[in-house]
T-cell receptor, first 109, second 115 residues
Framework: DAKTTQPNSMESNEEEPVHLPCNHS???????IHWYRQLPSQGPEYVIH???SNVNNRMASLAIAEDRKSSTLILHRATLRDAAVYYC??????????FGQGTRLTINP | KAGVTQTPRYLIKTRGQQVTLSCSPI?????VSWYQQTPGQGLQFLFE???????NKGNFPGRFSGRQFSNSRSEMNVSTLELGDSALYLC??????????????FGSGTRLTVV
């Protein structure tokens, strides 16, 4: 399974943008980049995924580097409810989801 | 539409006992995966079921087993419980196994404590 590297923790302020980085230098051409988050006392929740192009949805944006060796999850205006552990995962369709340690995001009011 | 339902939410068992956890997937989802989450090891994949057949298995001892019923509901069983089995057990359902585009929907988990 391809590996991802994320910072252990990040902190931001409410209503400010948050950029969560993920390095995946061993990504293969068929790997999709998935992001999940886990709020306290809940199971992980799907956030967004992409292959090569940047992606937007109602929750976040995903910016993928041209060489695909890194990506950034962007929360445009963080709220207190965005405080969670964010996981960056590489997945090809035949593989199971493999979670790393993730980034614990703290949002200050 | 109802989400993934896991029962029970909390469980306390004694070493050496066995336990069965239940997962009801989202209506229409036919694939169920199980994960173990501990502070030290994070989220680790246990197994995945589709059409009552195990399609994928993680690196866990044989004490961990599961099954899926014809209505897609799934159960996992842990026999001869050890203290290290204390964890949050999460179930995830998806439309099909190895889903790429639609993602997985997780339940809130069963918190198992072994004493």
């Amino acid at each position: 399974d391809a590996k991802t590297t994320q910072p252990n923790s990040m902190e931001s302020n409410e209503e400010e943008p948050v950029h969560l980085p993920c390095n995946h230098s061993t990504i293969s051409g068929t790997d999709y980049i998935h992001w999940y988050r886990q709020l306290p006392s809940q199971g992980p929740e799907y956030v967004i995924h992409g292959l090569t192009s940047n992606v937007n949805n109602r929750m976040a944006s995903l910016a993928i580097a041209e060489d695909r060796k890194s990506s950034t999850l962007i929360l445009h205006r963080a709220t207190l409810r965005d405080a969670a552990v964010y996981y960056c995962i590489l997945k090809w369709r035949a593989q199971k989801l493999v979670f790393g340690q993730g980034t614990r995001l703290t949002i200050n009011p | 539409k109802a989400g993934v339902t896991q029962t029970p939410r909390y469980l306390i068992k004694t070493r050496g006992q066995q336990v069965t956890l239940s997962c009801s997937p989202i209506s229409g989802h036919r694939s169920v995966s199980w994960y173990q989450q501990t502070p030290g090891q994070g989220l680790q994949f246990l197994f995945e079921y589709f059409s009552e057949t195990q399609r994928n298995k993680g690196n866990f001892p044989g004490r961990f087993s599961g099954r899926q019923f014809s209505n897609s509901r799934s159960e996992m069983n842990v026999s001869t419980l050890e203290l290290g089995d204390s964890a949050l057990y999460l179930c995830a359902s998806s439309l099909l196994p190895r889903q790429r585009l639609y993602g997985y929907t997780f339940g809130s988990g069963t918190r198992l404590t072994v004493v």
